[in-house]
């Protein structure tokens, strides 16, 4: 009998991946797509970073590399915590994983009993709450919104800890809303997590090199808690490296050990390839991120001056990232043809029909009444989806 195992049947598929999908099946049907939904810089590796991967191979790292990843790539990510983070770790404290997700499962699947809570401000980042699941924790949703640029209050984190909770996750910048914690944020949430000692911190900060505002902040850096945050990073977005796949940890060396432990049962080190490509681009330093950072700013300005003149759009102020997450449940209830909107799903797959633009209802994210929109595409093509966008929502009614 067909039958897949319950772990599996409650998890969902997500919604980034799933969308993305539905825009290449309707591309090779020969639709003209414009695609928003996929969270990914669409630049080229840097040529440093490929140089070093094709002297990799020429320098045969073709065997297993360590469980927990080679020492030199580990020493670049503490020698990258130190110099832009301030952030002081030893090479048994860092894992390298396959992507900073395979990091963050990681994670879980070392920490979390079953009935164990995790904390997870919405909107939160597709997966979080599905890895949660998969670890036998609970997942506690606090609801955050626009009005408060999406962003939870040290008294809502207060409020929703109680004995069984075990950690708490977040990205800073946002994913999906553009949005970052300021350095008084994190200390307020810092002293309340304090308070709590049995509570671990996974610090999700993939987007840090797309920062429109200044410097990075962590809040691995309050000294109360940093023996208890997990620092999640990896080379995806800031250096335009998707496919290479490599994440890290910055993590007390307990659970640095532990997710070593786990990762060799489960995938053993990641592609020695992509590391020594990951290497490079760590030692090269992140000035090499801030032209693609510029561009990027520049989009979320048009973006969002284009998004003043769609009536029903609801926007704030991203900081990083390349998202914009406006409310739109304006449109809740109307209708077209043989479309009615019960919420942003049905909005998104609309707009994919009827203007062949894909985005992703904020369903997936905690967060019904928004849709996201990613602006990691040229200013051609994003006016274009812009247009196509307006113009299917004008006709709803």
């Given at each position: ?5 319950d ?5 969902a598929v ?17 639709v003209d ?14 040529e440093h970073i490929?140089?070093?991967a094709k002297?990799?191979?020429d ?11 080679y ?7 503490v020698n ?19 992507g ?6 990681n994670?879980f ?5 079953p009935g164990?809570?995790?904390i ?7 997966s979080?709450v ?11 949703v606090?609801k955050?919104?626009?009005n408060s640029?999406?962003?939870?209050t040290?008294t809502?984190?207060?409020s ?5 909770t ?5 990205s800073?910048?946002s994913?999906?809303t553009?949005?970052?914690y ?11 997590i304090?308070?709590?000692p ?9 987007y ?6 200044g ?6 850096q309050?000294s ?5 945050v997990?620092v ?6 800031g250096?335009?490296?998707?496919g ?9 060396a307990?659970?640095?050990?532990a997710?070593?432990k ?7 080190g990641a592609c ?10 760590l030692?090269?330093g992140?000035?090499q991120c801030k032209?693609?950072?510029a561009?990027f700013?520049?989009?979320r300005?048009i973006v969002l001056n ?7 759009f609801k ?9 914009v997450f406006?409310?739109?449940?304006y ?10 909107i ?6 998104a797959?609309?707009l994919?029909?009827?203007?062949h633009?894909a ?13 996201r929109f990613?602006y990691?595409?040229s ?6 989806a812009?247009?196509?966008i ?8």
């Amino acid at each position: 009998m067909e039958k897949v195992s319950d772990r599996l049947n409650k998890m969902a598929v997500s919604a980034t991946l799933a969308m993305a999908q539905k825009s290449r099946d309707l591309q090779a049907q020969g639709v003209d797509i414009i695609n928003l939904s996929i969270g990914e810089p669409d630049f080229d590796t840097p040529e440093h970073i490929k140089e070093a991967a094709k002297k990799a191979i020429d320098d045969n790292f073709t065997h297993y590399p360590p469980v927990p990843g080679y020492d030199s790539l580990r020493k670049a990510i503490v020698n990258k915590f130190k110099r832009e983070n301030n952030l002081d770790y030893s090479v048994d404290q860092i894992v390298v994983s396959t992507g900073a997700k395979h990091s963050i499962i990681n994670v879980f699947l070392s920490i979390l009993n079953p009935g164990d809570e995790v904390i997870v401000p919405a909107p939160y980042w597709v997966s979080y709450v599905d890895m949660v699941g998969l670890a036998e924790g609970i997942p506690v949703v606090i609801k955050c919104d626009i009005n408060s640029d999406f962003k939870m209050t040290a008294t809502q984190l207060e409020s929703a800890i109680t004995t069984k909770t075990r950690a708490i996750i977040f990205s800073s910048p946002s994913n999906p809303t553009g949005n970052l914690y300021s350095k008084e944020e994190l200390k307020n949430l810092a002293s309340v997590i304090s308070k709590h000692p049995n509570i671990i911190v996974l610090s999700d900060e993939i987007y840090e090199h797309i920062n429109f505002v200044g410097k990075h902040e962590s809040i691995a850096q309050f000294s109360e808690i940093k023996d208890r945050v997990v620092v999640v990073n990896g080379v995806s977005k800031g250096y335009a490296m998707t496919g290479w796949r490599i994440g890290y940890i910055g993590a007390p060396a307990w659970i640095a050990k532990a997710v070593t432990k786990l990762q060799g049962q489960f995938t053993s080190g990641a592609c020695t390839i992509a590391q020594k490509a990951a290497e490079a681009a760590l030692n090269a330093g992140s000035e090499q991120c801030k032209e693609m950072t510029a561009i990027f700013k520049k989009r979320r300005d048009i973006v969002l001056n284009f998004m003043k003149d769609i009536p029903g759009f609801k926007t704030n102020l991203p900081e990083g990232a390349f998202y914009v997450f406006p409310e739109v449940s304006y449109f809740f209830d109307k209708k077209y043809e043989n479309y009615t909107i019960k919420d942003s799903n049905d909005l998104a797959l609309y707009l994919l029909d009827k203007g062949h633009v894909a985005t992703v209802g904020g369903t997936a994210f905690g967060s019904p009444e928004c849709l996201r929109f990613s602006y990691a595409t040229s200013e051609e093509l994003m006016l274009e989806a812009l247009n196509r966008i307006k113009n299917a929502l004008a006709l709803l009614k």
